[in-house]
């Protein structure tokens, strides 16, 4: 456990919950209305259909990553006590209602509409819960002092939500060929460019505790600084991560550019895996070496 696999899930689970809270609270169908009701209706379908996939697609990473993967339904066993099995119950019916959300698409009537509603609600309220799961449980392993800190949480909150909305972004801008891009999606990327600050701050904090830390923290904050995974924190993450988005923003000004939205969403997705590679692998080489 605790293999790339588990990377892989914390970004794409991640990712797709974020795409899903993100989609619920800039609500396209809405703002997309004054453009005809197929253009909104073909981008939220998108949303709501890669949002689970991400989530499902990274489950299986998970389970593959497990040294006993014909054991993961027992998992399950223990959702009142165990964070893992809680996060798991959380992951199955995020796609459960996300399924049950696409099923019923294309129905109508008052009844109906009213259970859509609730579904969504259910699955928005799934969605955080997959959002806040796993930094909660990595901070809970008090076996891996660089995670055990309140930082973790607010890290991977802010990273997932910053993921979503470049997801958003990125279909948004492959589902249409417009040569400006509306008004909603240029908020989104406000709203997205201010998680990258947020994440900056909370970045440098997460590393300050380390060395405030036990002697295994202090050894993974200098991993991160000038280690073997240096390159990764500072080339990847921090580059083109967190400061080429910021830089994209300043040049392309108030031009809203369909490119550089694309742009900016893949640098970001970028420095939302490389956050999880570098907080995973600093964490899991000091714990080998104890």
């Known amino acids: 456990m605790f293999g790339f696999g588990t990377i892989l899930y914390l970004f794409a689970a991640g990712a797709g919950a974020g795409l899903y809270v993100v989609q619920a609270c ?55 006590t165990s964070l893992i099995s809680l996060g798991a119950c959380l992951i199955v ?21 009213r259970v859509v509603l609730a579904v969504r609600a259910a699955a928005f309220l799934a969605a955080i819960g997959v959002i806040l799961y796993t ?3 990595l901070m809970s392993m008090r076996a891996v002092p660089l995670w055990h800190s309140a930082f973790i949480v607010l890290l991977f909150t802010a990273s997932s939500l ?37 994440e900056l701050a909370l970045l440098v904090g997460f590393v300050g505790v380390q060395f405030g830390g036990a002697p295994a923290a202090i050894e ?3 991993r991160l600084l000038v280690g073997d ?16 988005p910021l830089v994209i923003d300043v040049v392309k000004g108030k031009t809203p550019a369909p490119a550089a939205f694309a742009l900016k969403a893949i640098t970001v997705l970028v420095g939302c895996f490389f ?14 070496l104890q």
């Open 229 to 244: 995974v240096a390159w990764a924190f500072w080339i990847m993450l921090v580059g083109v991560g967190l400061l080429c």
């Open 26 to 80: 800039v609500d396209p169908s809405n703002a997309l209305r004054t453009r005809g009701p197929r253009d909104a209706q073909l981008l939220v379908r998108k949303l709501i259909i890669v949002a689970p996939v991400l989530v499902c697609v990274g489950s299986m990473f998970l389970v593959l990553d497990l040294s006993r993967p014909d054991r993961f339904f027992l998992v399950f066993r223990n959702p009142d």
């Open 162 to 198: 910053s993921s979503g909305l470049a997801l958003l972004m990125l279909l948004y801008v492959a589902s249409f060929r417009r040569s400006h891009m509306p008004l909603f999606m240029r908020r989104a990327s406000q709203v997205d460019t201010a998680l990258l600050v947020v």
């Open 275 to 288: 956050l999880r590679y570098c907080i995973m692998e600093a964490g899991v080489r000091v714990l080998s």
């Open 135 to 137: 930094g909660f449980f």
């Open 93 to 113: 019916l995020f796609v459960a209602l996300s399924a049950m959300e696409n099923a019923l698409w294309n129905s109508s009537g008052p009844t109906l509409a």
């Open 220 to 222: 993974a904050g200098w």
